[in-house]
């Protein structure tokens, strides 16, 4: 459940003693994040890294040496990467992306304070030698480790993409994925680029774009009204600086300061990312000198290396070829970015189904949709390879959390009403971890109403809900599949994910009635990526 806890949270100060409240689920000589490379401000390839020009002026040939075998050797006991100061070296001097620590006194609270306050655990790693003790200790086996589950999940996302890729979203991912409107009509290979290399708040910005302007909801999601309390009134019956304006800056403001206690969760633990791990028993079941001794090929369940492998066939089978390198397990050319995997900064950053509630008094359509607009955009990153399931659970709890605080002292400077805000910032709370997503998808958010949003584990409606009010499900839409060509459907039944099983894929034939050309669903086009301004040299990446 989420904290009661005070808003204001700790203070830094305070942070330290909260260590002994969050574990780290590794020890010794572990298989931890690990893509930094050391390099000068500008590499051959010709990305620019924001690093030290001063401190890179100082270094010889064989410092940069040294540094890059201080990297190559990085295990659990390097994390948090500030704690060893030969390794906060050589990481500063690194393609490293935005260091941050999380005791410093330069983040606005105590990230260990929240982890506390959310009841989140740390992390899991995959097991390795270095775990031995602790797993006999524990009676878990190794190849029973809870990793692997989060791991499969990633793998059968990259077999779905790399054989469905161009197949229409809707019809290929599980119940519990519901796609915005934003994004109908979109291809799995869509999904995954939606979320490449975009501007922070790009996808909620469009989002409450539209519902601003009422565009693309013909039947509307209702009225938005700034809610007062919070936001003083100006005065003005039409506002535009303190309407649409005022939401851009407030996502914006939200994401910069969430960043920073995400980036020093990222630091301290450590967690590689799902293809560092995929590509180290690539190389292994390919060679045995590949082996690295940190990941047992025991350790690791039959059922995962059976998948990576038909990922390498199934690759094959494209233009871009079988596995070569790590980010080719990833739907990105680049790969994930040079930062840790856990928690997920998209899925942090997501935080306009919470916020809307604060600044705004949304209708029940409204934080159906930006549940399902925020929802998409954490788990792409997963369709795309670069994010496990708990990165994006984890990191949307942590955002609304930071958010929260946040907020807590954002809105009393604009001269709303102290206790009514705090007294909101508690009421609007909501767990991701018991949201029901598979509910929400089975209708279409416009019909959405508040006894709806209760059921679905969004207990801020309650009191709107009307007593002795009935909750019937709203009128269904047709399924996405109903009028998609048969050319874009003739293998969809012959891949189901695991946890697809009992939905089954039904394609309906269109009758005479929905049969205007006007009527059929146009797949959109696909994006114009620049792979040149790739996550390498870009903090929000992939």
Known sequence: MVSQLSLDGMSVNECESMDKFVTKKCSGNCIMFNKMKCTTPVDPGGAVFTIDEKLVDTLSQADFDQCQQQLDTLTCEDFPIYSNEDTMRAAQISNSISIREANSPGL?????????????????????????????????????????????????????????????????????????????????????????????????????????????????????????NVYPSKGNVVEFIDGIIMAYKFCIDTVHHISEGNFALKWYYGKARPEEVSFNIFKCMQDEENCDERLPMDYVPQRIKDKIMEYDKERQKTPAGGVVNAPDFTAYPPGSPIHPSWPAMHSAASNWSFGSQILYNPTAAMVCEAIKTDYAVSWARTVAGVHYKYDNIDGLNIGQEQAARFYA??????????????????????????????????????????????????????????????????????????????????????????????????????????????????????????????????????
Not at 157 to 183: C, E, N
Not at 452 to 463: C, D, M, Q, R, Y
Not at 511 to 518: G, I, M, N, R
């Open 108 to 228: 606005p609270h105590c990230v260990m304070d929240v982890l506390y306050a959310l009841d989140t655990p740390a992390p899991l790693n995959p097991p390795c030698t270095g775990d031995k003790r602790r797993l006999l200790e524990e009676g878990e086996k190794p190849e029973d480790s809870a990793y692997w589950d989060e791991l499969e999940q990633v793998l059968d996302y990259q077999l779905l993409r790399v054989k469905y890729g161009d197949q229409r979203a809707t019809l290929m991912f599980p119940k519990s994925f519901p796609l915005p409107k934003l994004w109908q009509g979109y291809s799995v290979n869509q999904v995954a680029f939606a979320v490449f290399d975009e501007p922070p708040c790009y996808h909620q910005s469009r989002f409450f774009h539209q519902v601003f302007k009422n565009v693309d909801f013909p039947h509307g999601l209702g009225h938005l009204e700034v809610d007062h």
């Open 409 to 542: 002292s954002y809105f009393m400077e604009t001269g709303g009403d102290v206790e009514y805000i705090k007294q909101k910032l508690i009421e609007k709370r909501f767990d991701w971890r018991e949201v029901d997503m598979e509910y929400l998808g089975e209708f279409d958010c416009i019909n959405a109403k508040a006894c709806h949003l209760v059921k679905a584990g969004i207990p801020s409606f309650a009191a709107d809900v009307v007593a002795g009010e009935s909750c019937p499900l709203p009128e269904e839409i047709k399924p996405a599949s109903t009028k998609v060509e048969a050319a874009n459907v003739a293998t969809a039944e012959s891949y189901i994910m695991p946890e697809m099983a009992e939905s089954t894929v039904v394609v309906e034939e269109p009758s005479e009635e929905d049969s205007d050309e006007s009527q059929t669903v146009q797949i959109p086009p696909s994006f114009d990526f620049n792979f040149a301004n790739s996550c390498a040299a870009n903090p929000w990446g992939p």
